[in-house]
């Protein structure tokens, strides 16, 4: 499975040319919106900055190498009263199996990491005020324990909401990490620990 950061939350994912978008954004501080042809389109929640779902063009309907479960999860730490339910979707491709959290707001509950299961890699917010931060990302994690873990939704230069944090705070609690040349990474056997893609507008 290949996973490309488009920015923000946004990922396309493929394998055996099938193309997979999800949280397509409009909006965002400085981010270019992406634009892209692909067979199916997935967004989290309903908020601006993840549902742009017109920005996709839709290819010819094949045969999908994907399966899709869902998790039901909310944008809060109080239930959705602040700022609604988030869904987090695992995408499962060839035996290999990625986590897209979305605007996760709060710990997993043990029921929700039953559900989830094993992982190779997890797309994952650390920004904080809207979602949770790098100690709560990291928390996260630790109760998933994926074979590596892309941080997403953090401000970059001048990329991003201004009232979310970069992705330092969430590097600095992890001994090594790994910066990517590109935006795209496979999830073979060399991807492994903490994983940041390149935002290439």
């Known amino acids: 499975m290949k996973l490309t950061w488009l920015g923000h939350s946004c990922f396309l994912l493929e394998q055996d040319g099938y193309r997979i978008i999800t949280d397509l954004y409009t909006g965002v ?17 309903q908020h601006a900055d993840h549902n742009a779902v017109d920005h996709a063009e839709l290819l010819p309907k094949t045969k999908s190498p994907f399966t899709v479960q869902e998790v039901a999860a909310f944008h809060d730490d109080q239930n959705g009263a602040l700022r609604g339910t988030n869904t987090i979707r695992i995408f499962e491709a060839n035996g290999v199996r990625a986590a897209h959290l979305g605007d996760l707001g709060h710990p997993l509950s043990p029921e929700q990491i039953a559900a989830i299961g094993p992982l190779d890699a997890v797309m994952v917010p650390v920004g904080g005020f809207y979602t949770i931060d790098a100690a709560g990302a990291k928390q996260v994690c630790d109760a998933l324990h994926p074979r590596c873990i892309i941080p997403m939704h953090y401000r ?7 009232v979310i ?21 496979e999830l073979d ?8 893609p390149a935002y290439q507008p």
Request: glycine share 12%; proline share 9%; net charge negative.
């Open 29 to 45: 501080d400085g981010c270019p919106e992406p634009r892209v042809s692909v067979h199916e389109v997935y967004c989290s929640h």
């Open 189 to 196: 056997a060399s991807a492994q620990g903490v994983l940041v």
């Open 165 to 185: 944090s970069g992705v330092e705070d969430f590097l600095a609690l992890y001994p090594s990490y790994r910066r990517l040349d590109g935006p795209s990474l």
């Open 156 to 162: 970059h230069g001048s990329y991003g909401y201004p």
